[in-house]
């Protein structure tokens, strides 16, 4: 019955000597990281005038677009549209970009105007 309690002990100091042994990571190493800030965001990259949420431009618009296309930017549309947007979503990706949605009810149908960073990105008839 000795061979049991020998094991029994050997089991333990080895326990033991585990907890002696060096570790693989530095606490401090891991503490710093956690102490870091987070990265400050961005801010979104674009120019211009946008739309609120309400619809309405907020800022001047520019006037240089002259036709419904890719590119232009948010309030450049309305005004060449000549009335106000049935609904506006105005939103941000999980990118950091400012993405808006404009909806024009038209007798035809529906248009949607999708944006992003100010700048006229799809357009869904």
């Known amino acids: 019955m000795r061979i049991p309690s020998i094991l029994a002990m050997a089991a333990v100091a080895l326990g033991l ?11 401090a190493v891991a503490a710093a990281s956690a102490a870091l800030p987070a990265p400050a965001q961005a801010a979104p990259a674009f120019s211009g005038p946008v739309l609120g949420p309400d619809g309405q431009c907020q800022g001047a618009p ?16 309305v005004r060449l549209k000549g009335k106000p947007p049935t609904d506006v979503l105005v939103g941000e990706s999980g990118k950091g970009q400012r993405e808006v949605q404009v909806l024009y009810s038209e007798p035809g149908g529906r248009e949607l105007y999708f944006f992003v960073n100010n700048r006229l990105d799809r357009i869904v008839k």
């Not at 000597?17 to 606490?27: D, H, I, V, Y």
């Not at 520019?62 to 549309?77: F, K, N, Q, R, V």
């Open 17 to 27: 000597a585990a907890c002696n042994g060096t570790r693989t990571e530095t606490p």
């Open 62 to 77: 520019s006037g240089a677009a002259t036709a419904i296309e890719p590119g232009i930017g948010e309030c450049d549309l």
